[in-house]
């Protein structure tokens, strides 16, 4: 796994409006405007949001230069996924060995 | 949002006494015995306990690789919490992603409920959000891909 892309995915993600742009796009790839439309912000706001999510490798450009829909790239988000799972994991696993310990720990 | 929206957040009902289950996590001879997933031996573990404090561990997982972590204590308030940050440190010494860790223990009777929840952003970027979590946001995108 890649440390710095993970910063650059939580980071991304650690933003609501981002959030909302990825959900909307995991229903679809959507042009700028239509990405803009459900929020009370300027267009340019919104292609600054674009921005970090590309630079996250989250969204990917389309390529006809007036349409340019934007598109979910999922790799990123699959390495967050698995490092949240393995996280979890470690902490569980943890936790059934310190309860095995605190039992003996009693005996004493 | 609670912060346990925006957190991974473990939780478990431990059947002992808080002050000991206090002890097993700041006693570096007991943490040394428990830490780490199931097989893993903890071969080094150099823990500092006080706020500001440095720790670090070498774990041995089951196939004989070697796992070395590292943080430092931010919070230790006997017997109710600690807090520290965590990172993954690679052979050549280099620190992976760091994240904060605040475990809680709260008596419930004479057992304990431990709660630890683990951040993963080293910003308050987005703290206002009520709307989801990037942790459901992420359990939602999981869903997504293995469609």
Known sequence: MMPNRLDHTFAALADPTRRA?????????ATVTELAQPFDISLPAISRHLKVLERAGLIARGREAQWRPRSLQAEPLKEAVDWLQQYREFWEQSLDRLEAHMAEVKKR | MSVADRDLVVSRLIDAPRDLVFQAWTDPGQVARWWGPKGFVTIACDMDIRPGGAYWFVMRSPEGTDHRK?????????????AFTFAWEAA???????TLVTVTFDAVDDKTRLTLR???FDSVAGRDD??????SC??????????
């Open chain 1, 21 to 29: 742009i990825l959900a909307r796009l995991a229903t679809g790839e």
């Open chain 2, 70 to 82: 590292r943080g430092v204590y931010r919070e230790i308030v006997a017997p109710e919490r600690i």
């Open chain 2, 130 to 135: 009520h709307v989801i979590g990037w942790t």
């Open chain 2, 138 to 147: 992420l359990e939602r995108f999981g869903n997504y891909m293995t469609q």
């Open chain 2, 118 to 120: 683990q951040g993963a």
């Open chain 2, 92 to 98: 050549d010494g280099t620190l992976g992603h760091e």
